[in-house]
């Protein structure tokens, strides 16, 4: 009984806290000072279930520690949000929304995004310091297609490597912690 009231008591403990201290996030939310759940971003406080971030206070990695990476494809340019994950499975959702198909190929490397080795117009893919760790062929113009993968700690550039789509400037960094 003594064990039931005094994880009673640090629960109210912790709830009251978390209100006076700015109140909470929901689902997708952001709480500054506060606590935010599901996916959440919280600041000063505590961001818990769903892989949220957390400045100056907690991160919870969720049940599964999985992540969702939101990606956009146009002409010629790939956007993340978020830019950086913690490690574990990576959901890429990836909307092409130009109006030319694309690929969507993640690479891992120290090299910068912008320096990576070509030949005939295109990333090679298989050069030293260059390890490419899954891909989607083809995002057709429109489309929108998701690819889960598991990435390890480090540096990771996503691009396109259709020819010439790369030079022109479809690649974007994403770090993974």
Do not use: W
């Amino acid at each position: 009984m003594r064990t039931s009231r005094a994880t009673g008591t640090l629960l109210a403990t912790v709830l009251v806290v978390a209100t006076a201290c700015g109140g909470g996030g929901t689902t997708g939310g952001t709480a500054t000072g506060g606590t935010a759940a599901t996916g959440g971003t919280a600041t000063g406080g505590t961001a818990a279930t769903g892989g949220g971030t957390a400045t100056g206070g907690t991160a919870g990695t969720g049940a599964t520690g999985a992540s969702s990476v939101a990606a956009d494809e146009t002409e010629y340019a790939i956007t993340l949000d978020p830019g950086d994950v913690p490690a574990g499975t990576v959901t890429f959702d990836v909307t092409n929304s130009g109006a030319r198909s694309h690929q969507f190929v993640v690479i891992r490397t120290d090299l910068g995004a912008g320096d990576l080795p070509t030949s005939d117009g295109v990333v090679d893919t298989t050069a030293d310091g260059v390890e490419k760790v899954d891909e989607i062929d083809q995002v057709a113009a429109g489309e929108t297609t998701s690819l889960s993968t598991e990435l390890a700690g480090g540096a990771y550039v996503v691009i396109c490597n259709l020819p010439g789509h790369y030079a022109q400037g479809m690649y974007q960094g994403l770090t993974v912690e």
